[in-house]
């Protein structure tokens, strides 16, 4: 095909396996000092995985849930991941050893975990509790074990000396609000203000400093997905130069800029159930997966038109995620795969340029 837009479609994509059940969610880690990147996956065959974020080559699995896996996230520094899980717990893993340092026992299934957006000292959590909990992982603890130098190789068996921290050791932010499943956390650029979704159908912005609700947004139909950019934004770009809240709900998808992601900058109508949305802020660009069929849609964010559409699940795709550095972006489906469809022009990772 020629034409610099059709380019992407002549490539096929790169199909991750090792998972046995459903991915659940996918997070990518920011770029490093030597512009690698991560990507862990979370999934219902309770182990969660890490791998090169540019191939998918598999680097490790965290063993140690005996329940389902939700969501998996890196902290910022890729020092830490969280988890959260069915069994009743969430975990805090040692990227470099693959073993754990932390369990936060909760008292039913953890569905979310976020860290701040400069720190893997805090962790915040929800589930079906329906509880939003911070922990703060310095004042329980100041000698978390760290081994190694290198991410971890190979399996790991979770078991190393790590301490438990039950859920009355957290700080709970707004008892009694939530009048549903925490699905989603999020946290702002602006520290004292963190998001939730949760199955009540509606989006609440916290101010941390106040323990109390600033901001929500109620939504039509169950929430889909809820995350924010992770591509390093441009002034020119959709939001500014700051990450965008972006999130899929019923039949629409909406995106919130600004130093605390309260302005809604756009929402879009779809004709169809979303469970999964994400953004490329300055190709002005968007990806969905819908809850009944198996495709990966992408779209204009300009004229809302769609403008591409992937087919390779074999299952709704329940998590999207650009690449940080763009190139990329990589769906988790109901079929156990995590596939990555390129985004950039000649060659790029186990990708070779096709003249």
């Not at 790169?14 to 690698?36: A, W, Y």
């Not at 065959?45 to 063993?63: H, K």
């Not at 050893?97 to 953890?110: A, C, D, F, N, P």
């Not at 069929?293 to 995620?321: C, F, M, N, R």
Request: aromatic share 10%; net charge negative.
């Amino acid at each position: 095909m020629a034409g610099g837009l059709e380019t992407p479609k002549t490539y096929v994509p790169l199909t991750c396996h090792g998972h046995s059940r459903p991915v659940t969610h996918i997070n990518f880690s920011s770029i490093g000092s030597e512009g690698e990147y991560y990507m862990i996956s979370a999934c219902k065959d309770n182990n969660p995985m890490l791998r090169d974020g540019v191939t998918g080559d598999w680097i490790g699995t965290f063993f140690g849930h005996k329940g389902a896996v939700y969501q998996a996230r890196l902290s910022p520094d890729t020092q830490y991941a969280a988890t959260a899980s069915a069994d009743f717990t969430a975990k805090i893993w040692d990227t470099h050893s693959g073993e754990v340092t932390y369990t936060l026992q909760h008292h039913h299934i953890v569905r979310a975990v976020a860290f701040p957006p400069h720190s893997g000292n805090l962790l915040a959590t929800g589930g079906m509790e329906k509880k939003l909990r911070i922990f703060d992982l310095d004042r329980v603890d100041t000698s978390a074990p760290v081994n190694g130098n290198s991410l971890m190789n190979g399996n790991a068996n979770g078991a190393s000396d790590h301490k438990t921290i039950t859920a009355d050791m957290g700080f709970e932010v707004g008892a009694g609000v939530h009048g549903g499943m925490i699905k989603s956390i999020v946290w702002t650029q602006d520290p004292n203000i963190l998001v939730t979704a949760a199955d009540d159908k509606v989006i609440r912005w916290w101010d941390l400093q106040s323990q109390s609700v600033v901001q929500e947004k109620i939504v039509q139909g169950d929430i889909g997905s809820c995350e924010f950019t992770n591509i390093k934004g441009e002034p020119g770009d959709i939001g500014g130069g700051l990450p965008i809240l972006t999130i899929a709900a019923g039949k629409m998808v909406y995106f919130y800029g600004g130093p605390d992601a309260r302005t809604l900058i756009k929402s879009i109508p779809l004709p169809y159930e979303v469970a999964s949305v994400a953004l490329h802020p300055i190709e002005k660009k968007f990806v969905t997966g819908g809850i009944k069929d198996t495709w990966a849609k992408v779209y204009d964010y300009d004229t809302e038109q769609e403008t591409d559409l992937h087919k390779g699940h074999h299952g709704p795709i329940w998590s999207i995620s650009f690449s940080p550095d763009g190139k990329l972006y990589a769906t988790g489906s109901e079929d156990g795969t995590i596939k990555m469809w390129k985004n950039c022009q000649g060659s790029f990772g186990l990708w070779r340029a096709q003249d």
